[in-house]
């Protein structure tokens, strides 16, 4: 039997579970699957929009039914993060890599300290391209450790939010994905391992379905 009754509407916005989701997010990045596409819909749109309430946060959206390639990932992030357009590659300058450090400040107001990246549908570019989508992954998790163990600037706090279905959980799965290690470019170690001694990006898998109306959360 479903862990989730049925009501009129989408009982995930019936509970109170966001804020014990949320949590999951102080250490790590989260990989939240579900087999059913309204369950993945109601829990992406209420989970950003519970973030976007909390002090010092900034959320970044992703709407990964239309990310198939760099052109198209690119497009998303340069309309989310405020800064020069992007060059259509993962690092150097004007990279995905240089924007995901970046940080907007404006007058009169502090700059965030924590930023979620919200990935619906993350599955569409594990179809298209694993390999882009796990050198995506790879920076965003990257650019995270280094925030937290390497840079000197003020402390911004990444975490992504990765959700998709059974692609996504197959994906998971792999212990080359980038879910489960850095990404490796044959030139000796990973380079993100390097940078921030950190041994593997900190994930931790979720499933949706296990969502309760009574309790929340179902451990």
């Not at 998303?76 to 940080?103: M, T």
């Not at 279905?165 to 197959?170: I, M, P, Q, R, T």
Request: aromatic share 10%.
């Amino acid at each position: 039997m479903s862990a989730l009754p049925r009501h009129h509407g989408n009982p995930l916005f019936l509970t109170d579970w966001q804020p014990e989701v949320a949590t999951l997010l102080d250490e790590h990045h989260l990989i939240a699957a579900s087999s059913m596409p309204r369950r993945r819909l109601g829990f992406a749109a209420s989970l950003a929009q519970f973030l976007e309430s909390l002090r010092d946060a900034e959320v970044c959206v992703f709407y990964g039914r239309f990310i198939r390639d760099i052109e198209s990932f690119c497009h998303q992030l340069e309309r989310a993060i405020p800064g020069e357009p992007l060059e259509r590659r993962i690092d150097g300058p004007r990279s995905v890599a240089s924007l995901l450090r970046s940080r907007q400040t404006f007058p009169g107001r502090a700059p965030a300290k924590f930023r979620y990246y919200v990935w619906h549908d993350a599955d569409t570019l594990v179809r298209a391209d694993h390999n882009l989508f796990g050198r995506l992954v790879d920076t965003i998790a990257g650019v995270a450790a280094e925030s937290e163990y390497v840079s000197d600037d003020a402390l911004l706090i990444h975490r992504g939010v990765f959700i998709g279905g059974s692609v996504l959980e197959a994906y998971a799965d792999d212990p080359r994905g980038q879910f489960q290690s850095w990404y490796l470019d044959g030139h000796g170690d990973p380079f993100w391992q390097v940078v921030t001694g950190v041994d593997r990006p900190p994930m931790q898998r979720f499933s949706i379905d296990s969502l309760d109306e009574r309790t929340g959360l179902v451990q």
